[in-house]
């Protein structure tokens, strides 16, 4: 088997049966692909980590997206909006470290106070940092005219998880609506490439339904659209969510963990260049979840400087780890990890995914 799986990394281009068969890639054989992901990554993007300090703006959502602890849905929730002051501040903490991105993150809504309110918030932020920090959005779909907005308001980035690129599976874990429509989803992505944004996109590892053909279509369905970026993690069950009847039938978490890690890097070999996020939600599997994500391909961290009062209500899914000090402490100790993983971290730099610049040329 040792050999295939040799050989077929070592292809120029690889179909959805090459991907098909290293997803299914046994221990051993799956260190050969981690192997292989490192080399990739030190040759197009080097051995470098950025930080990218997440802000959960709100968890207030218009959607009702049936895995997603946050849903319309849920009542069980305390909703909450970060204010003014607050993010601010968060975004001095990134500055003082001289981390070059932050994430503003929040359920999805495009009423107009809302609307209007990041975009003067995006304006405070580009007065305080000065351009020496770059703003990534994940905000939900928009319209272009609001992508535009935000964009000169000082957004360069922007994340828009496509979840599945399997419409039937797509319907599955969503409501079949207006609101959660596939095709628009997918439009999302196109729009904010044309808006001049960075563009991001992920999938959840590990649904119900979901085979190893999906997570393969979902790999190449992301070098189709041409992305920038990348955040993908395994899918954790919450009580509170229609899904979570089927956790029965889901594959062992553990599995999913190594699957995601798969994910990373058979993206890293797929697509070299692009920006991939060591997504939280392997940290809620695995404590050093994150810095394995980095030693297979990952190049981004996100650690959470919203403040901690609001930690707990921002509940996607279960086990997501609760109260996490982003203390000094902690961020010594992720050097440390990242450092273990053979990285080293960027500091002052934006980190702008190499592939965009490629792309723009
Ligand atoms: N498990 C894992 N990831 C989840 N997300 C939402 N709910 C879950 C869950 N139960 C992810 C989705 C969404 C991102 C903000 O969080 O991919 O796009
Ligand atoms: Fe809202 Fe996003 Fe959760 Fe869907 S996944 S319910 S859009 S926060």
Same mark, same amino acid.
């Given at each position: 088997?040792?050999?295939?799986?040799?050989?077929?990394?070592?292809?120029?281009?690889?179909?959805?049966?090459?991907l098909?068969?290293?997803?299914?890639?046994?221990?051993?054989?799956?260190?050969?692909?981690?192997?292989?992901a490192?080399?990739v990554?030190?040759?197009?993007?080097?051995?470098?980590?950025?930080?990218?300090?997440?802000?959960?703006?709100?968890?207030?959502?218009?959607?009702?997206?049936?895995?997603?602890?946050?849903?319309?849905?849920?009542?069980?929730?305390?909703?909450?909006?970060?204010?003014?002051?607050?993010?601010?501040?968060?975004?001095?903490?990134?500055?003082?470290?001289?981390?070059?991105?932050?994430?503003?993150?929040?359920?999805?809504?495009?009423?107009?106070?809302?609307?209007?309110?990041?975009?003067?918030?995006?304006?405070?932020?580009?007065?305080?940092?000065?351009?020496?920090?770059?703003?990534?959005?994940?905000?939900?779909?928009?319209?272009?005219?609001?992508?535009?907005?935000?964009?000169?308001?000082?957004?360069?980035?922007?994340?828009?998880?496509?979840?599945?690129?399997?419409?039937?599976?797509?319907?599955?874990?969503?409501?079949?609506?207006?609101?959660?429509?596939?095709?628009?989803?997918?439009?999302?992505?196109?729009?904010?490439?044309?808006?001049?944004?960075?563009?991001?996109?992920g999938v959840?590892?590990?649904?119900?339904?979901?085979?190893?053909?999906?997570l393969?279509?979902d790999l190449l369905?992301m070098k189709?659209?041409?992305i920038?970026m990348c955040?993908m993690?395994?899918?954790? #069950?919450?009580? $509170? /969510?229609?899904? *979570?009847?089927?956790?029965?039938?889901?594959?062992?978490?553990?599995? !999913?963990? @190594?699957?995601?890690?798969k994910m990373i890097a058979l993206l890293r070999i797929l697509m070299k260049?692009v920006n991939i996020?060591?997504?939280?939600?392997?940290?809620?599997?695995?404590?050093?979840?994150?810095?394995?994500?980095?030693?297979v391909g990952a190049?981004?961290?996100?650690?959470?400087?919203?403040?901690?009062?609001?930690?707990?209500?921002?509940?996607?899914?279960?086990?997501?780890?609760?109260?996490?000090?982003?203390?000094?402490?902690?961020?010594?100790?992720?050097?440390?990890?990242?450092? #273990?993983?053979? $990285? /080293?971290?960027? *500091?002052?730099?934006?980190?702008?995914?190499?592939?965009?610049?490629? !792309?723009? @040329?």
């Amino acid at each position: 088997m040792q050999e295939t799986i040799s050989r077929i990394l070592e292809k120029e281009n690889l179909t959805k049966e090459d991907l098909v068969v290293l997803l299914s890639a046994n221990e051993a054989d799956t260190e050969l692909i981690f192997k292989k992901a490192a080399q990739v990554k030190k040759k197009y993007i080097g051995n470098y980590t950025y930080f990218r300090g997440l802000i959960e703006l709100s968890n207030i959502c218009s959607k009702n997206c049936f895995y997603c602890g946050i849903r319309r849905g849920n009542k069980n929730v305390h909703r909450y909006t970060v204010t003014d002051e607050e993010v601010l501040k968060a975004c001095q903490y990134a500055l003082d470290r001289d981390w070059g991105s932050i994430v503003i993150q929040a359920g999805e809504r495009q009423d107009k106070i809302f609307v209007d309110r990041v975009e003067e918030l995006l304006k405070k932020i580009t007065d305080l940092s000065k351009d020496k920090i770059g703003v990534t959005l994940s905000l939900g779909e928009q319209t272009p005219e609001v992508l535009k907005r935000w964009h000169e308001a000082g957004a360069t980035r922007y994340l828009v998880r496509i979840e599945s690129s399997n419409e039937d599976l797509f319907y599955k874990i969503h409501p079949q609506d207006e609101l959660h429509n596939f095709q628009k989803r997918k439009q999302a992505l196109i729009d904010l490439q044309n808006a001049g944004y960075m563009t991001g996109t992920g999938v959840m590892i590990g649904l119900p339904f979901q085979t190893l053909e999906d997570l393969a279509d979902d790999l190449l369905f992301m070098k189709e659209i041409d992305i920038d970026m990348c955040g993908m993690g395994p899918y954790i #069950e919450h009580e $509170d /969510t229609p899904l *979570y009847e089927y956790k029965n039938e889901l594959i062992p978490l553990e599995e !999913r963990y @190594k699957l995601t890690l798969k994910m990373i890097a058979l993206l890293r070999i797929l697509m070299k260049d692009v920006n991939i996020a060591s997504a939280t939600a392997l940290q809620a599997v695995n404590p050093d979840g994150r810095e394995e994500g980095i030693r297979v391909g990952a190049n981004v961290i996100m650690p959470n400087i919203t403040p901690i009062k609001y930690h707990s209500s921002y509940n996607l899914y279960k086990g997501k780890p609760e109260i996490v000090p982003e203390t000094d402490n902690y961020i010594a100790q992720l050097e440390k990890q990242i450092a #273990e993983a053979g $990285d /080293t971290v960027g *500091y002052g730099e934006l980190g702008d995914p190499v592939h965009f610049k490629n !792309r723009i @040329k």
